[in-house]
């Protein structure tokens, strides 16, 4: 009788809540992981505000499975582009394929962030993954193309990635004005050919990988990629399965070889002191 009590008492406040447009009471629950309750409140939210944009932030937010928030995610980002949750669902996009090593469509994504909500408080950390997911690709002409527009949009934060050329661009004054940039004509930029440039060779296969950790925690696998980053080598974090157990391998990628991922793991060994598997995944 309590736990129903308690329930009602929830949800009526979550109503008048919700009424003015103010969802803080749900954040802090899910903050202090009260996550079943609100979950236990949510089909009711719902069905009163089926077009409120923050109801629809945390059924994502709730949603276990990854790839049906990721849907969610996108819808907010597609349907209510305005909201005050728009950025919040942009970089929840960004970070999910991020971590499942998608490093191309998390970079396409993270890069609209500083772009289209420039009151963001994710610009910083979206930029630094989208850094890191040009260097997995082997992109970083396109991450000092974004960077340098970013410095003149957002010039009080952090570039310091160790990419040539940015510590050149000029600032302008504080009272001068920005020319807003559209996103989608910076993509189209982007990815228009130079000049004189050649088409592209197809690419020799590289299956061969070096993975030299497994971690359960994703946040000890990125730590990991972080310090061979630095040391200039390219790095994935794989989602992999082991006894029936969520594991994150980080692997240092591609070679044509076996031999050159054995020489590669070798160099790991000495400098890291890092045990090594060379294995082949065929991207």
Known sequence: MKKIGAYFILLGLALSVIQGQDLRLYFSLLQEGRVGEVRQTLPELIKQYPDHPG?????????????????????????????????????????YLYSRGLYTQASQ?????????????????????MVNSFMATGEL?????????????HPRL????????LEEIEIPPADVELVKLDPDQVQKKLEQKKPGSK??????????VVQVGAFGKYANALSLKATLVQGGYIVEI???????????AVRVARYASKNQARKIGNELKQKFKLNYIVMNRPE
């Open 238 to 248: 794989n989602e992999v399965s082991s006894n029936n157990r969520r594991l994150y």
């Open 109 to 129: 994504q993270l890069y609209k962030i500083p772009l289209r909500y420039s009151q963001s408080k994710h610009i910083q950390r979206s930029m630094d993954l």
């Open 141 to 153: 002409d396109s991450a000092a193309h974004y960077l340098a527009r970013f410095k003149r949009l």
């Open 55 to 95: 109801v629809a932030f945390l059924r994502a937010m709730v949603e276990t499975n990854g790839d049906s928030a990721l849907t969610l995610y996108r819808d907010i980002e597609r349907r209510y582009p305005k909201s005050e949750y728009a950025a919040d669902a942009a970089m929840k996009i960004g970070e």
């Open 158 to 165: 952090n570039y310091n990635y160790g990419i040539p050329g």
């Open 199 to 208: 088409p592209k060779v197809k690419d020799t296969p590289r299956p061969w």
